[in-house]
């Protein structure tokens, strides 16, 4: 059960960074030199938080040290998808956060932070040899983030008025439904997303809250446009059942 | 807004056209979510700051300003000067820039 639980996690995660850095290669324009997130507008801002000189700061963050760190990503993905590794998941991490901190945390948000907790937790988990019961801890820091993070959105939501009345929900969708259904489905996101913790009661349970989570990160993915959510916490998923199995007594 | 023309071009925050392969492919999706979310971030950014020069000295103001420059550049590809507003809806401007060089 551990061993399939940290290879489908391992996987989810590749493809997910995979899809990301092939995006992040297509959108090239946006960190080019007359993009957007052009280096020479954040230079200044990078070189307070990080002292490690200028030269430092332009080998990590300049157009040139993106290309070739996504041609990083791209080979070590590829590697990891055959022999997964803590020395791939560290390299994974560091390349994960300096992208995130090269748009200033404020790329994809939520779905960042999730692959961020991901990419820690296989790093936890690898650094303990094959075959190791130790390596369990790595999967339960990856449900619990995971779980937690449903949880703690429902719950945001719930003390918002527009989200109780439905009317939130109409805003994000671009819809005219009529106020009954939007509320309906509303209440069907908190009650999912608060609810999401007792699917560590039973196996049967998480299987259906995590059916329920395909459902609704596809569809936030179709309406909204939220595909690298759909990947990020559906790398978290085996973990979760792993964990629920475990709280259960199955191995 | 640019020097030779008298009305301001919206920037569109809506999702490309999705088509079947959305789940797995949006980099446009999710390049527009990054510039609205630096949009919200900037939001956030500006209760902090008191006047005008406070504002140009941030760094999500300064990434605003780039979006602007490039927003312009698609529809005008030689235009000299530019200024930009943010607004909450049609009619409350949060903000009016200055004019800048481009």
């Known amino acids: 059960m551990l061993a399939t639980a940290l290879f489908w996690t391992s996987h989810l995660v590749l493809l997910s960074l995979l899809i ?86 404020t790329y994809n948000g939520g779905s960042d932070m999730i692959t961020l907790m991901t990419l820690i937790g296989l790093a936890i988990s690898y650094s303990f040899p094959e075959g190791q019961p130790m390596r369990a801890f790595g999967l339960f820091f990856i449900a619990v983030h995971g779980i937690s993070s449903y949880f703690l959105s429902g719950v945001y939501k719930l003390k918002q008025a527009s989200w109780r009345d439905g009317s939130a929900l109409a805003l994000f969708l671009k819809k005219s439904w009529p106020r009954p259904v939007m509320k309906i489905l509303s209440w069907g996101a908190l009650c999912f997303e608060v609810g999401f913790p007792l699917s560590l009661v039973n196996l049967n349970l998480a299987y259906a809250f995590i059916a329920i989570a395909f459902f609704f990160h596809a569809s936030n993915a179709a309406f909204l446009g939220l595909t690298r959510f759909l990947w990020a916490w559906a790398a978290t998923w085996p973990a979760i059942l792993f964990l629920t199995a475990y709280l259960n007594g199955i191995s | 807004m640019s020097e030779s023309s008298s009305d301001w071009y919206e920037v569109s925050f809506q999702q490309p056209q999705r088509r079947f392969l959305v789940f797995l492919w949006n980099p446009f999706g999710n390049e527009t979510m990054a510039r609205y979310n630096l949009l919200e971030h900037f939001t956030q950014d500006l209760e902090a700051v008191k006047n005008y020069e406070d504002t140009e000295v941030l760094t999500s103001f300064k990434l605003l300003q780039n979006m602007a420059a490039n927003e312009i550049q698609k529809i005008e590809k030689d235009f000299k000067k530019y200024k930009f507003k943010i607004s909450l809806n049609d009619e409350d401007d949060l903000l009016i820039s200055d004019w800048y060089s481009r």
């Open chain 1, 20 to 105: 990301q850095t092939l995006e992040f290669i297509w959108t090239y324009r946006s960190w080019a030199n007359d993009g957007i997130w052009k280096f020479t507008t954040l230079k200044s801002e990078l070189e307070k938080i990080f002292p490690i000189g200028k030269i430092g700061i332009r080998l990590l963050f300049s157009p040139l040290s993106i290309q070739l760190l996504l041609a990083l990503r791209i080979l070590v993905i590829g590697h990891a998808f055959v022999r997964p590794n803590l020395v791939s998941f560290l390299v994974l991490l560091l390349s994960h956060l300096i992208l995130c901190w090269r748009y200033r945390g």
